[in-house]
Structures are given as C-alpha cells and as structure tokens.
C-alpha cells in the first residue's frame, strides 16, 4: 500500500442531476471576453482568438439548486465581481480535437460564477502580470449541480442570467458566445489535452458588476440546475 509523508486531498467532485454519483475534477479552465457586449464592457471588441486562463480544482464551491450557499468574501480586495457562465464538463479527454467532434467530449453542463477580484485584476493587466490573484483564489468557482448532456437539448438555445438581491444583473443567449461550446474545445485542446473531469467556465454575458456581503445571487441557465450563494 502506498504511504504518502502527508494526508492527500480529497478529490474536489460536483453532484449530478439525477445520479448519486460524483463527477471528479481535474483541472478548471476559464474563457476571457467570450461574448460581444461583456468585450465591450471591459474595452475590447471583435472575435479576437479566445484565450484562457485557469483557477484550482479546490477553488470549487459546491452550489444545491434546494439551498443557499454561503460564498466566503476573498481577502485583499474590495471589489468582488460576478461573472454568470455555462461551464462545460468534459467527460472524454483529447487534443486537437476538431470542431466536428467536439461535442461527444462532453459529460454535462452546469450554472457556474468565476468569481473575480477585480480591483487586482486590473492591477495585475497594468502590469502585465498573471491574472491569478485576481481569478484563482480561494471559493472562486461556485458551481451547480451538473446535467448529462444527454439530457439537455439544445444548450445553444438556453437563456443565461443572474440576480443580486432579486434584480437583474446579467442577462443572456447562449447563442450570443463568440467562441460556441464546440470552438472552445477545440481551441482548448490545442493548447492542452483536455482530461475527463476538466471543467470549462465559457465566459460571462455583459452586466458584470460588485456584490458585498449579505448579497445574494441567484443564477439560471435554461434546462440546468440553478444556483443560489449568499456572500458571506
Ligand atoms: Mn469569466
């Protein structure tokens, strides 16, 4: 039996819809400025090549459509942002995997936020430093139960949004992606090669904005399990 000098962690896993079993992460990928009026928003604009960046697997919190979860506030910052996004979860792995074939790679979807400190984030593109202060702390990645893609229709049809407090504060088309579903795997597993259990976060909608504590936001995408976090 193999000893190890210190506890391994525990293996950071999202529930499923309509299953009891678990689907493990490995590694999660985040995609920058994916949709037209959110590129606008931060200053940019156009179908530049999408790029990506990353956050810890551990950066997971678990969000149950029947529940809220607490959302820790990050230390550091005072401008803690919501990003609404489908996130994809990747159930075949692969490199350079073509457009044509990329959407049998996919175990589900699931309602995801990456959340941001926007104020280092900003700090660190002045710089042109590594956005990871900014992107991939700790509690970052909220995430909801996950659905089989064999159970969603058409996510290129579904409605995305977010509520603060009850209103509005992002609102979306799946359809409005820059990169669809389909172009982001295949962009991605030219860089890497995609592992079952990777995570893909596809971008946000526009109205990006700050939540303080004792917010609560609530985000919904068609046909999936929706969320709900209060800020804590
Ligand atoms: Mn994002």
């Given at each position: 039996?193999?000893?190890?000098?210190?506890?391994?962690?525990?293996?950071?896993?999202?529930?499923?819809?309509?299953?009891?079993?678990?689907?493990?992460?490995?590694?999660?990928?985040?995609?920058?400025?994916?949709?037209?009026?959110?590129?606008?928003?931060?200053?940019?604009?156009?179908?530049?090549?999408?790029?990506?960046?990353?956050?810890?697997?551990?950066?997971?919190?678990?969000?149950?459509?029947?529940?809220?979860?607490?959302l820790p506030y990050p230390s550091l910052t005072t401008n803690l942002h919501h990003e609404i996004e489908l996130v994809v979860a990747i159930g075949q792995g692969g490199k350079n995997i073509p457009v044509d074939d990329a959407l049998r790679h996919?175990?589900?979807?699931?309602?995801?936020?990456?959340?941001?400190?926007?104020?280092?984030?900003?700090?660190?593109?002045?710089?042109?430093?590594?956005?990871?202060?900014?992107?991939?702390?700790?509690?970052?990645?909220?995430?909801?139960?996950?659905?089989?893609?064999?159970?969603?229709?058409?996510?290129?049809?579904?409605?995305?949004?977010?509520?603060?407090?009850?209103?509005?504060?992002?609102?979306?088309?799946?359809?409005?992606?820059?990169?669809?579903?389909?172009?982001?795997?295949?962009?991605?597993?030219?860089?890497?090669?995609?592992?079952?259990?990777?995570?893909?976060?596809?971008?946000?909608?526009?109205?990006?904005?700050?939540?303080?504590?004792?917010?609560?936001?609530?985000?919904?995408?068609?046909?999936?399990?929706?969320?709900?976090?209060?800020?804590?």
């Amino acid at each position: 039996m193999t000893s190890y000098v210190i506890t391994p962690a525990p293996v950071v896993s999202v529930p499923i819809v309509g299953s009891d079993a678990l689907f493990p992460v490995h590694r999660i990928y985040c995609v920058g400025r994916n949709y037209a009026e959110h590129a606008q928003e931060m200053g940019h604009s156009g179908r530049e090549p999408p790029f990506f960046f990353m956050k810890p697997a551990d950066a997971v919190v678990v969000c149950l459509p029947d529940r809220i979860t607490g959302l820790p506030y990050p230390s550091l910052t005072t401008n803690l942002h919501h990003e609404i996004e489908l996130v994809v979860a990747i159930g075949q792995g692969g490199k350079n995997i073509p457009v044509d074939d990329a959407l049998r790679h996919i175990f589900g979807y699931a309602v995801g936020l990456d959340m941001t400190r926007r104020d280092l984030q900003n700090d660190m593109k002045k710089q042109g430093r590594p956005w990871c202060i900014g992107k991939g702390f700790d509690h970052s990645a909220p995430i909801g139960q996950i659905t089989p893609a064999s159970v969603v229709p058409d996510i290129a049809q579904a409605d995305i949004g977010l509520q603060v407090n009850g209103a509005p504060r992002q609102h979306g088309q799946i359809s409005q992606l820059i990169w669809n579903v389909a172009e982001t795997i295949a962009q991605l597993s030219a860089a890497w090669e995609l592992q079952a259990g990777d995570l893909i976060y596809t971008g946000t909608p526009a109205g990006v904005g700050a939540v303080v504590a004792n917010d609560v936001l609530h985000g919904s995408i068609t046909g999936l399990a929706p969320i709900t976090c209060q800020v804590v």
